[in-house]
């Protein structure tokens, strides 16, 4: 994965988490969403981020991908 494209696809999740920032199931919502709008291989690129420590994520994203993969 390229730096561009890691980069774009952080800037998608921290976007995602600031918009569903005010709610409470912040967490749930975003995987929620990860998981019915993104492609299989963005979700996994992601979560190969995170497994590398997640650098530039909001934590919620963190929290909702480790989510994603318990499920």
Known sequence: ???RELEHLRQMANQIAAN???H???VA???D???RFW???MRRLL???VEQGGEGLESAVIEAM???RRA
């Open 29 to 31: 919502r975003i995987a």
């Open 24 to 26: 409470e199931d912040q």
């Open 47 to 49: 979560a190969e981020h």
């Open 39 to 41: 492609a299989p291989s």
């Open 33 to 35: 969403h990860v998981q």
């Open 66 to 68: 480790k989510e994603i």
């Open 20 to 22: 569903f920032a005010f």
């Open 1 to 3: 994965m390229s730096n």
